[in-house]
């Protein structure tokens, strides 16, 4: 099994669904979690998981090696982007070509692209009166919400659906199909 490094920007609730996951199974790929925000909710649910995690600076990924070295001392195999908001710089897909995952709050193509994340993204499904979304995970290249599509399942959306309902059904599949993937992918 590979050892797996979670980059993420926020709250941080994929990035315990997929730990807890591995870990009911008596497993525990995940050895750091690393953050482009030091105040991320993610950092305390590291700490509360048992989890080392890094937080680094613009700089530091797009400028210096420090994520780079960071992950080659904790022999990082494979990294998980579970909401994470940067590009990944050339430099890390180079090294990690194709062992990069991210996963997109709605059905790429739509709905993808810089800016489009969270709440902004459930929002522009309800204003264009859209009777589905979900998920996609995708492989990382140079561009955001791009690379080659490995897993879409989608939900309905109620006409009545606001977008925190759309959030939350949007969550449930993130937190159940992401960590089953991952798994295919790191064993």
């Known amino acids: 099994m590979k050892n797996v490094a979670i980059f993420a920007s926020g709250s941080g609730s994929n990035a315990q669904a997929i730990i807890e996951y591995f870990?009911?199974?008596?497993k525990d790929p995940v050895k750091l979690i690393?953050?482009?925000n030091p105040n991320a909710y993610v950092l305390e649910r590291a700490k509360q998981l048992g989890v080392e995690s890094f937080v680094f600076s613009r700089e530091?990924?797009?400028n210096k090696p420090t994520v780079l070295e960071v992950l080659k001392a904790k022999k990082i195999d494979f990294i998980v982007l579970a909401g994470f908001l940067w590009l990944i710089p050339a430099s890390l897909l180079e090294e990690?070509?194709?062992?990069i995952v991210n996963i997109h709050p709605a059905l790429l193509p739509k709905y993808g692209g810089k800016g489009m994340y969270g709440m902004r993204v459930h929002?522009?499904?309800i204003a264009n009166k859209e009777k589905e979304t979900g998920i996609t995970?995708?492989?990382v290249d140079e561009k955001y919400d791009h690379g080659d599509?490995?897993?879409q399942v989608s939900c309905s959306i109620n006409p009545t659906d606001s977008p925190e309902q759309v959030a939350a059904k949007v969550h449930e599949l993130e937190h159940y199909y992401y960590p089953i993937e991952i798994e295919?992918?790191?064993i």
């Open 60 to 62: 530091d990924l797009y």
């Open 137 to 139: 995970i995708h492989w």
């Open 23 to 26: 870990r009911k199974k008596g």
């Open 96 to 99: 990690y070509r194709g062992k």
């Open 34 to 36: 690393l953050s482009n």
């Open 123 to 125: 929002e522009a499904v």
């Open 184 to 186: 295919k992918l790191i």
């Open 149 to 151: 599509i490995i897993l």
